[in-house]
Each structure stands twice: as structure tokens, then as C-alpha cells.
């Protein structure tokens, strides 16, 4: 879609100014707190989950806790962005919010493995919720020329929670108990979250910052009855893929090909048209989000799992290799945004996704025995660059292949193969991991083996991206 064929509202025209001028500025102020929430919490709870595996004596089932949170997020997306397509972001955004804050209690009374798995689930739920509820709502309150700068923006919202969320986390379960990260987040979060919901609830089924006429349009359009069953299975098979890569058994590879068949037979009817095959254009675009996401988030799961479990790296360092993680992932998309802007998006797409295939390549050097740990930590900083750089080019893309009353549907398939790419690509590399040990290997020689598989994905995207251009 060429960009003069993309509409806008009279109030976010492009002579309306920055994210920070009036039309804006509501709409500005508020996806800056929910990121800044969201944020802090993600950032401090993901570093925790290894050590909480450990304590619950459930590391074998590491990918199901990881996997649950990716399996709810299918659905939450699902929902979210029919949602907002049919009456605005605010009342998905603020479900979401209540949300977060519940899992965390759930989190920090488990007793077992699979009620922290639990909390990871309706966590995902709200994730699921809140970040199509965000981007959908940034197509809708900005015009295309701000979108770069606003998801920029948003990426910073990351820093100052990533500066503190992390090593806090680490310091805390080092020195008192990983139970204490989720109710201290539980305590930090709940008020913020109850004064947005009533905020939000003022002006009920517009999205935040959206002229009165802009949002009566958006009501206006017919919304497609949203394919929730569809979604709801769909997780389903997501949580039995990962929940069977964590064994080999019978009863694990029955949960596998049942896992299997469902996200087969129902992914697709969440999906553009030949998303799977990278057509041009829009599928193209969701396809990359699931190929990067799925490396990332690997990457971010297995390497602490393996600093933690295998090289007795202290929760603290993980936790600051988080903490470069968040900050240089903000910078690159800051760089993307503002410094690159002259750049054909594809093409920074193409570069961030070479410089995550040097990241997986990195993790696989650490986990020789002669090498020290850092070395495999340094990959999730590097992998976290590649991503600033290509991902807000990916969403900025899929938007302009996208017309403007189809951009929650839009931000429902891009948030749906994301999820989809984090459990595909972790249950595949979990499985190769398992396989290795199952025939006497050894843990390095699996992760070895899982990473070496991780170079793949960025490879490929760094061959599809020419597919998704704008022009």
C-alpha cells in the first residue's frame, strides 16, 4: 500500500505536530505509564523464573512455565484486537492491567511447578491484551509519519525499568526469596493499575487521545464475529507442544502430536493468507514478527536457564545482562527512529535480523567449559540490539500493508505469530536440548546443539525482509 492511500483523521493529520502536541499528548502520556508498568514487571519477573524452577524442583519442565505465558498471549491477542477493532483499546487495555497484577499474587504462593505455570498462563493473558490493545491503538491515534517515533518511544519507556527491574530482582532472590519479586511487584503495581482503570473508564470505547469523530468512525465499522474457540485451542496446542518438548516418552510425544495438529489446523485461520509461505506484503511482515520473536525469546530463556542450572552464575549477573538487554534494545529502536529514519525499513530489518544470528552464534561459543560464562551472557545484549533495530520496522511495515479499519486485526495476527514463534521455536530447540541429554551428551553439548539450531530463524528473515518493503 503506497503511503498517500493511507487514511487518517482529521485529528491526528500530519500537520498535527509530534507525539507530544495536543492531539497527542493524552494518548502520549498514557501508553508511556502502561509501558513503564508493564515493563518494570516483565523485567523483574523473567529473571526470576529459573531460580523459582529450581526451588520447585521443576527445571525439566522450564519450557512448560516459559511456554504458558507465550500460550495464553495467542488468545489475550486474539481478543485484544478484535476488541479494539469493535469498540476502542481502553476496555482490553484495562482488563489486562487487572490482570497483571493478579498473576503475581498467583506466582508468589506456588507450591509446585505447574501453579507457577498457572501465573505464567493468565500473566500471558494480560501481556496478550495489553500489547494489542497498545498497538492498535498507537494506528489509531497517530498518524503513519509519528508511528516510528511513538514506538520508539515506547521501547524507552523500557530503560528505567530495565535499569532497576532486573538487578533489583537478582538482589532480592540472592539475598531473601524469589517469592518476594512477585509480591513486591504484586504491592508496586496494584494501585497504578486501579487509577488507569479509572481513568480509562471516563470515556468508555475510544481508544486514548482519539478525536470524538476519529472514534465514531472506528465504531462504525462492522467488526467480524472474533474467532475466540479458534484462539482458545490454538493455545491449547501451544501448551502441549511445550509441554511434550520437555520429556521423551510416549505421553510427551502423544501432547506433541496433538500440539501439533492444532496449530496446523487452526493457525492459519488467525493468520493473513499465506503468512507461512512469506507472500508479499502483510503476511510477509507476520511472518518475520514470529521468526524474530521466537529466536529472542528462546535466547532470553535458555541462556540464563544455562548460566543458572549448568555454570552457577549468580541471579544477580543474569540480572544485569537483562537490564543491557532492555537498554540497548531501547537505543537501537531509538536509533531506527530518529538517526535512521532516511533507511528503507526492510533493510534495517534485514541488518538487526544478521546481528541476532551473531548473537545465537555467541551463546553457542559460551557454553564451552573453557570459555567464561560471560560470553554466552553477552548474547542476550547483542540479540536485544538486532531487535530494537528490526522490530518496530516490522510493526511500522505491517501497519502500512494494512487499512485503517483492519489494524487491530492487523496487531491481533502480528501479536498471534509472535506467540506462536516464542513456543515453536522454543519447543523445538528444547527438544533438541532434551534429545542430547536423553542420548548422554551432556547439558553444554545440548545447549550447543539448541543455539546452533537458533541460527536459523534470524537467517532466514534476513532473506524474507526484501518481501515485506513499502514501496
Given at each position: 500500500?503506497a503511503?498517500?492511500?493511507?487514511?487518517?483523521?482529521?485529528?491526528?493529520?500530519?500537520?498535527?505536530?509530534?507525539?507530544?502536541?495536543?492531539p497527542?499528548?493524552?494518548?502520549t502520556?498514557t501508553?508511556?505509564?502502561v509501558?513503564?508498568l508493564?515493563?518494570?514487571?516483565?523485567?523483574?519477573?523473567?529473571?526470576?523464573?529459573?531460580?523459582?524452577a529450581?526451588?520447585?524442583?521443576?527445571?525439566?519442565?522450564f519450557p512448560?512455565?516459559?511456554?504458558?505465558?507465550?500460550?495464553?498471549?495467542?488468545?489475550?491477542?486474539?481478543?485484544?484486537?478484535?476488541w479494539a477493532?469493535?469498540s476502542?483499546?481502553?476496555?482490553?487495555?484495562?482488563?489486562?492491567?487487572?490482570l497483571s497484577?493478579?498473576t503475581l499474587?498467583?506466582s508468589?504462593s506456588s507450591?509446585?511447578?505447574w501453579?507457577l505455570?498457572?501465573?505464567?498462563?493468565v500473566?500471558?493473558?494480560?501481556?496478550?491484551?495489553?500489547?494489542?490493545?497498545?498497538?492498535?491503538?498507537v494506528g489509531?491515534c497517530?498518524?503513519?509519519h509519528?508511528?516510528p517515533?511513538?514506538?520508539a518511544?515506547l521501547s524507552?519507556?523500557?530503560?528505567?525499568?530495565?535499569?532497576?527491574?532486573?538487578p533489583?530482582a537478582?538482589?532480592?532472590?540472592?539475598?531473601?526469596?524469589?517469592?518476594?519479586?512477585?509480591?513486591g511487584?504484586?504491592?508496586?503495581?496494584?494501585?497504578?493499575?486501579v487509577?488507569?482503570?479509572?481513568?480509562?473508564?471516563?470515556?468508555?470505547?475510544t481508544a486514548?487521545?482519539t478525536?470524538?469523530g476519529?472514534?465514531?468512525?472506528?465504531?462504525?465499522?462492522p467488526?467480524e464475529?472474533?474467532?475466540?474457540?479458534v484462539a482458545a485451542?490454538?493455545s491449547l496446542?501451544?501448551a502441549?507442544?511445550?509441554?511434550g518438548?520437555?520429556?521423551?516418552?510416549?505421553?510427551?510425544?502423544?501432547?506433541?502430536?496433538?500440539?501439533?495438529?492444532?496449530l496446523?489446523?487452526?493457525a492459519?485461520?488467525?493468520?493473513?493468507?499465506?503468512?507461512?509461505?512469506?507472500?508479499?506484503g502483510?503476511?510477509?511482515?507476520?511472518?518475520?514478527?514470529?521468526?524474530?520473536?521466537?529466536?529472542?525469546?528462546?535466547?532470553?530463556?535458555?541462556?540464563p536457564?544455562m548460566?543458572?542450572?549448568?555454570?552457577?552464575?549468580?541471579?544477580v549477573v543474569?540480572g544485569?545482562?537483562?537490564t543491557?538487554?532492555a537498554v540497548l534494545?531501547a537505543?537501537?529502536?531509538w536509533?531506527?527512529?530518529?538517526v535512521?529514519?532516511?533507511?528503507?525499513?526492510?533493510r534495517?530489518?534485514?541488518a538487526?535480523?544478521?546481528v541476532?544470528?551473531?548473537a545465537v552464534?555467541l551463546a553457542?561459543?559460551?557454553c564451552?567449559?573453557?570459555?567464561?560464562?560471560v560470553?554466552?551472557?553477552?548474547a542476550?545484549?547483542?540479540s536485544?540490539?538486532?531487535?530494537?533495530?528490526?522490530?518496530?520496522?516490522?510493526?511500522?511495515?505491517?501497519?502500512?500493508h494494512?487499512?485503517?479499519h483492519?489494524?487491530?486485526?492487523?496487531?491481533?495476527?502480528?501479536?498471534?505469530?509472535?506467540?506462536?514463534?516464542?513456543?515453536?521455536?522454543l519447543a523445538?530447540?528444547?527438544?533438541?536440548?532434551?534429545?542430547?541429554?536423553?542420548?548422554?551428551?551432556g547439558?553444554?553439548?545440548?545447549?550447543?546443539?539448541a543455539?546452533?539450531?537458533?541460527?536459523l530463524p534470524?537467517l532466514l528473515v534476513?532473506?524474507?525482509?526484501?518481501?515485506?518493503?513499502?514501496?
Amino acid at each position: 500500500m503506497a503511503p498517500s492511500s493511507v487514511h487518517t483523521p482529521p485529528a491526528t493529520a500530519a500537520g498535527s505536530g509530534g507525539i507530544f502536541s495536543p492531539p497527542h499528548l493524552a494518548a502520549t502520556l498514557t501508553f508511556a505509564v502502561v509501558m513503564f508498568l508493564t515493563g518494570f514487571a516483565a523485567l523483574a519477573v523473567v529473571p526470576t523464573l529459573p531460580t523459582a524452577a529450581r526451588d520447585l524442583d521443576g527445571v525439566s519442565l522450564f519450557p512448560v512455565v516459559a511456554g504458558c505465558f507465550v500460550a495464553a498471549g495467542l488468545f489475550g491477542g486474539v481478543l485484544g484486537g478484535h476488541w479494539a477493532d469493535r469498540s476502542g483499546a481502553r476496555r482490553p487495555l484495562a482488563l489486562g492491567m487487572v490482570l497483571s497484577v493478579l498473576t503475581l499474587l498467583v506466582s508468589a504462593s506456588s507450591g509446585s511447578v505447574w501453579q507457577l505455570a498457572a501465573g505464567r498462563f493468565v500473566d500471558g493473558l494480560a501481556a496478550g491484551l495489553v500489547a494489542v490493545s497498545v498497538t492498535t491503538a498507537v494506528g489509531q491515534c497517530y498518524p503513519e509519519h509519528l508511528r516510528p517515533r511513538m514506538l520508539a518511544l515506547l521501547s524507552a519507556g523500557w530503560v528505567l525499568p530495565s535499569l532497576l527491574g532486573p538487578p533489583l530482582a537478582g538482589l532480592v532472590v540472592q539475598w531473601w526469596s524469589w517469592r518476594a519479586v512477585f509480591y513486591g511487584l504484586a504491592a508496586l503495581t496494584a494501585l497504578p493499575a486501579v487509577a488507569l482503570v479509572l481513568v480509562l473508564r471516563r470515556a468508555p470505547g475510544t481508544a486514548p487521545g482519539t478525536a470524538p469523530g476519529a472514534a465514531s468512525r472506528v465504531a462504525e465499522v462492522p467488526a467480524e464475529r472474533p474467532p475466540l474457540m479458534v484462539a482458545a485451542l490454538l493455545s491449547l496446542g501451544a501448551a502441549l507442544g511445550q509441554y511434550g518438548a520437555s520429556a521423551w516418552d510416549p505421553r510427551h510425544l502423544a501432547a506433541v502430536a496433538a500440539g501439533v495438529i492444532l496449530l496446523v489446523v487452526l493457525a492459519p485461520r488467525l493468520l493473513p493468507r499465506g503468512t507461512w509461505r512469506g507472500a508479499r506484503g502483510l503476511p510477509v511482515t507476520v511472518l518475520l514478527r514470529g521468526l524474530t520473536s521466537g529466536t529472542y525469546f528462546a535466547v532470553e530463556a535458555l541462556v540464563p536457564l544455562m548460566l543458572i542450572t549448568e555454570r552457577r552464575v549468580a541471579a544477580v549477573v543474569v540480572g544485569a545482562a537483562f537490564t543491557a538487554s532492555a537498554v540497548l534494545w531501547a537505543a537501537a529502536s531509538w536509533v531506527q527512529g530518529r538517526v535512521l529514519p532516511h533507511i528503507a525499513r526492510h533493510r534495517l530489518v534485514t541488518a538487526g535480523a544478521l546481528v541476532m544470528a551473531a548473537a545465537v552464534a555467541l551463546a553457542a561459543a559460551g557454553c564451552s567449559g573453557g570459555l567464561p560464562p560471560v560470553t554466552a551472557a553477552a548474547a542476550m545484549p547483542l540479540s536485544a540490539v538486532g531487535m530494537g533495530l528490526l522490530d518496530p520496522c516490522v510493526t511500522v511495515l505491517s501497519l502500512k500493508h494494512s487499512p485503517p479499519h483492519r489494524q487491530g486485526h492487523t496487531t491481533s495476527a502480528l501479536q498471534t505469530n509472535m506467540n506462536l514463534g516464542q513456543v515453536v521455536v522454543l519447543a523445538l530447540a528444547s527438544a533438541v536440548l532434551n534429545a542430547c541429554l536423553a542420548a548422554g551428551a551432556g547439558p553444554l553439548p545440548g545447549y550447543r546443539a539448541a543455539f546452533a539450531l537458533l541460527l536459523l530463524p534470524p537467517l532466514l528473515v534476513a532473506l524474507l525482509a526484501v518481501r515485506a518493503r513499502g514501496d
